[in-house]
Nanobody
Framework: QVQLVESGGGLVQAGGSLRLSCAAS????????MGWFRQAPGKEREFVAR??????YYADSVKGRFTISRDNAKNTVYLQMNSLKPEDTAVYYC????????????????????WGQGSQVTVSS
């Protein structure tokens, strides 16, 4: 059974940094697209970033501030978040598309079949 376990969330002041980790177990996902989504209170879940075998993609709202990366040896994906803003406050979810070997991934959450439990990120002003 595939599990995605997130860690690294917390409370930070505006302008600060956090790094989220998403460790996968039960299956090697290094050749599959993985992504980060977030959901703020009262809002729908939205795409943040994704990483494929060869590329990375970002939402406009985080481009230049967030960096997605992966450690294939650890079957883990990271989201480095710099210059955080109060509007980045949300529950962050890691997701994997386990059906698209070497796929390009998607901003559509329906394309992802594995999800983490979520990690709270709170940015104070």
């Amino acid at each position: 059974q595939v599990q995605l376990v997130e860690s690294g969330g917390g409370l930070v002041q505006a302008g600060g940094s956090l790094r989220l980790s998403c460790a996968a177990s039960g299956r090697t996902l290094i050749k599959y697209p993985m992504g980060w989504f977030r959901q703020a209170p009262g809002k729908e879940r939205e795409f943040v970033a994704r990483i494929t075998w060869s590329s990375t993609y970002y939402a406009d709202s985080v481009k230049g501030r967030f960096t997605i990366s992966r450690d294939n040896a650890k079957n883990t994906v990271y989201l480095q978040m710099n210059s955080l803003k109060p509007e980045d406050t949300a529950v962050y979810y890691c997701a994997a598309d386990g059906r698209s070997l070497y796929g390009s991934g998607s901003q559509n959450e329906a394309e992802y079949d594995y999800w983490g439990q979520g990690s709270q990120v709170t940015v104070s002003s």
